[in-house]
């Protein structure tokens, strides 16, 4: 079983930054499958980005692409969310998953991932 904990959400005006972090008990993330979601109020949950296994690629939605970075310390047993030139429009209550085994074509579907963080509070406005 894994615990997943985000962090990191808050107000933040448009063109600012923000890193989320999300903290795992029970069991290591080395080998998972990690990738965070968000939703925002009235629409679907949408991937943001995954990292596919251990040391796999990483993988971002297309409305967020050279604007996020993912990246994990196995370490920490963390994975983080560095979110740069923030818009309206990245409004929304995101979500960290985990799944230990994912299939690379199941990556940017969330009803594939077992383990799920209770979702922190991004809020982007002027």
């Known amino acids: 079983q894994v615990h997943l904990e985000e962090s990191g959400g808050r107000l933040v005006r448009p063109g600012e930054s923000l890193r989320l972090s999300c903290a795992a008990t029970g069991r290591t993330l080395s080998r998972h499958t990690v990738a965070w979601f968000r939703q925002a109020p009235g629409k679907e949950r949408e991937f943001v980005a995954g990292?596919?296994?251990?040391?796999?690629?990483?993988y971002y939605g297309d409305s967020v692409k050279g604007r996020f970075t993912m990246s994990r310390d196995n370490a920490k047993n963390t994975v983080y969310l560095n979110m740069d030139n923030l818009k309206p429009e990245d409004t929304a209550v995101y979500y960290c998953?985990?799944?230990?085994?994912?299939?690379?074509?199941?990556?940017?579907?969330?009803?594939?991932?077992?383990?799920w963080g209770q979702g922190t509070q991004v809020t982007v406005s002027s």
């Open positions: 998953a985990a799944d230990l085994n994912l299939i690379l074509s199941s990556l940017r579907l969330s009803r594939q991932y077992d383990y």
């Open positions: 990292i596919f296994r251990s040391g796999g690629s990483t």
